[in-house]
């Protein structure tokens, strides 16, 4: 069977690769507003060497995150270099070199490569062009309310929503879309913001994705009684105006939804109430250059450590296929069992 798989046949071609787990914004559900960057990030160079390993292993779409990425100089320089990845860019098994290169059996080209990002977008109106020249596809921007005061109180950043809905529109306007807008909806925050996304999705022309809030925050405050559920979503989304479910691919993490009208689209991730584990594609590489099979593993594999004792890449792609073979069957959120994950989201990438 060409190409990475787990050991129950999941097939792996989707990599996010967190670039710094610092991040500008404090959301409530995702941090405590105490804790800066604990790991550090590692030079760009080290990142595009896994991304080519991994692209060479059937990788097809990767997602740059963080923390917040937009951070990170060089980030504009980094997309290109990753862009020259694409099978155009790939060299063949036979041009096969040293270390850097493509070896051997292990590697086959790709059929194609997506590059997307998803940023808090307060910094994105200004960048948005250059990733867009630099070979990036699409951007998911993440904004909890559609209105300024309740997003600085979920983001505890003033006068943040301004700069996010301009980079909204600028990635609109330079191409980088569909654009997809993530709203984690949490109890007690923004669950009445439901329909003025629907609204929003329509007025601006973006997909909104409504994200069930899962236990990876630093504050440790989740609850069942805190998640905004898939059916509450949608029940609410349809007393404003009759939707409609549409089909979305296997591995996609959205349920995808469309007014009946046929203007906008929205998305509803629930992985508490209707996990989809079964078809996850994922895997994920932190600041610190460890691999995480799944958003609540309670261990990670340090990929930069086989790098800096010198492994060559075919050496890297066994250590990846060990890896994947140990990727987690599904997650326990909710269940009696559930362990907390060994990191959060932030510090992760989601
Ligand atoms: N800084 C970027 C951003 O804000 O999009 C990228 C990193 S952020 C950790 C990635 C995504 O994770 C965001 O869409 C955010 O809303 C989501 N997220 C963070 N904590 C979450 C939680 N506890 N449950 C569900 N989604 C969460």
Redesign the pocket.
């Known amino acids: 069977m060409a190409g990475l798989h787990d050991k129950f046949g999941r097939a792996i071609t989707d990599l996010r690769i967190?670039v710094t787990d610092r991040?500008?914004?404090k959301?409530v559900?995702?941090?405590t507003g105490n804790e800066g960057a604990l790991y550090g990030d590692l030079p760009f160079a080290d990142y595009l060497r896994m991304a080519r390993v991994l692209v060479g292993m059937g990788i097809t779409k990767i997602r740059l995150?963080?923390?917040?990425?937009?951070l990170r100089n060089g980030i504009v320089g980094f997309v290109r270099e990753l862009a020259k990845l694409r099978p155009q860019g790939l060299k063949p098994p036979s041009s096969a070199g040293a270390n850097g290169t493509a070896e051997g059996a292990a590697f086959h080209a790709t059929p194609s490569l997506e590059i997307a990002l998803?940023?808090?977008?307060h910094l994105l109106a200004d960048m948005a062009q250059r990733l867009k020249d630099a070979g990036l596809d699409r951007v998911?921007?993440?904004m909890?309310a559609v209105d300024p005061d309740r997003s600085a109180r979920i983001t505890r950043v003033p006068n943040g929503f301004d700069h996010v809905l301009a980079g909204i529109r600028a990635a609109r306007e330079v191409g980088l879309g569909p654009v997809k807008v993530?709203?984690?909806l949490?109890r007690g925050f923004n669950e009445d913001q439901i329909i003025p996304f629907g609204m929003f999705a329509r007025e601006e022309n973006v997909i909104v994705r409504f994200?069930?809030?899962?236990?990876?925050?630093e504050g440790r405050t989740?609850a069942p009684s805190t998640v905004v559920t898939l059916d509450e979503i949608l029940a609410r989304m349809s007393e404003y105006l009759p939707v409609m479910e549409i089909e979305h691919g296997r591995s996609e993490t959205a349920r995808r939804y469309r007014f009946e009208d046929g203007i906008g689209e929205f998305g509803i991730?629930a992985?508490v109430s209707h996990p989809f584990c079964g078809h996850c594609s994922r895997i994920r590489i932190t600041s610190d250059g460890k691999i995480r099979t799944c958003l609540f593993s309670v261990w990670d594999h340090d990929l930069h450590a086989q790098m800096r004792r010198g492994a060559g890449d075919e050496e890297l792609a066994e250590f990846i296929r060990g890896v994947v073979m140990k990727k987690e069957e599904r997650h326990h959120i909710g269940e009696a069992d559930f362990v907390p994950a060994s990191r959060?989201?932030?510090h992760?990438?989601?």
């Open positions: 967190s991040c500008n914004y959301c559900y995702c941090r995150t963080g923390g917040e990425p937009l998803t940023t808090n977008g998911t921007v993440s909890d993530n709203c984690v949490m994200i069930e809030f899962m236990p990876l925050e989740w991730i992985p959060t989201m932030v992760i990438g989601g």
